[in-house]
């Protein structure tokens, strides 16, 4: 799978933990707009692989290119948008609001920026009774939302969404999609075991590749 | 993965190391009972040291570095001590609790540069060090009788700043044993009070043996400490404690900083980012 106009492009990823490899030799290339579904079983690399390409984690061995630059180089990291695990990312005794204006400032340098952008999302994705609460108080799938909300801060390039609606519910599911329909430019790259997601997806990449 | 932590460093944000302090604060500002005992511990340290000051009422001055008594002495320790231990332990305190909360794979994902995570996760720490420095000393002049009418208070300041400076190098250092080696608040505690011990924070260091005075004549901490007590008790006689700070932090912080950014990359490889 490879293409000359990708934004984000992996050739040979390779990530082993120990002896236990956990990616072997991936490509993929993905165009802008594109939704490409990581499929399989938990535990077979899928979000490994969106970790290599946040620049959380570095591949053992391969290349993984966003936007021409690698990951997790700066340049790199301005073009993603990731909702990687969901329970331990947020400051818990903070609202949902202050924690995305938080990761905001890290996005934009203009604050007032920031904030228009904030409450814009907190309106189209709905979530403004989220938003208001301590998020020590939210349950997983508002959590869960309050991660897509921030992961779309910025509007990435890329974004990297770690079995995003899990948690939800089915209104919050439909918001979630029609949120990646009004981004036609942001490619998608989505870790799931789920095949109603994968089949609002252009593309499935099997996992354990 | 080699560009990801340029050399040398492009200049932090400050809207974004601001977005720090203020989360930081607020955070803090949830634990409202917290920041009480923390206040209340103070006073009772302050009190411990007046009692025994009290105590030995006969103690020679002529090694306390101007210092009126041996409660002077010490209680402008304790306050300096809380500041210097917010810098050089500050980033190494934080970085453990965003291990331990889960936020730093987050953090990390996003387009933050290393000096604005390193100085960002400190300066909150630090700040608060200072206001509660300033606290105590309000209270030993108020209520325990310390004069500072000597006192030199932009000397006072500027070795404050330089001290500052110059622990926050030490700070990002610790900041990234921590981020390796996780559990690694103990030896970072354990280095930050060594360096009070052998500084002459609350006893005068003549009294230390021969090589533990030794040690104390290099360490960073002992400038801070003689350097302030000068500007508050002499009025003057700080600027070569001065010096000698700024130049420990501009040969420092880069390595501090540089440091930093290699156990970052080095939690990266390791897969550990998210982990505690």
Redesign the interface.
Known sequence: MKSNGAVLSIESLN?R?GRREVVRSLDLAVEAGQRIALWGPNGSGKSTVL?CV?????PSAGSVRVGGH?A???AA??L?G?S??Q????????SGR?NL???A???Y?N?REGVRSVDALIEELEIADIAAQRVDRCSTGMVQQLGIA?ALL?DPVVLLLDEPTRSLDAEARGRLWSALERRPHAAALIATHLDEDVKLCDERVSFPV | ?T??FPFPFSLP?L??I??LV??DY??QR??RLAFVLDLFYGIVNLLVFYFISQTFTDVATADLSGAPSYFAFASIGIAITIVLQAASGGLAHRIREEQL???L??L??????VPELSFGLAAFQFGFGMIRAAFYLLLTGLFFGVSFTQADWVGFVTVLIASGAALASIGVLLGALVLVMKRGEVLTGAITFAMGLVSGAFFPIAVLPGWLQTIGSVVPTRFAYDGLRSAIFEGGGWGGDAVALIVFAVIGLPIGVWCFGRAL?QS??A?T??QY
């Open positions: 990530r933990f970790r946040a620049g959380t984690l570095v690698q997790g180089e700066l990291r301005r993603v990731a990687l695990s329970e331990r990312s947020f400051y818990l005794r903070l202050t204006l938080f990761f400032r890290m996005r340098d604050q921030r910025g | 993965m560009n990801a944000r809207g974004v601001a977005a203020r989360r607020l955070v949830s634990y909360t889960g936020t794979e987050a990390t994902a996003q387009p933050i540069t990359l990266r490889r897969g980012i998210s």
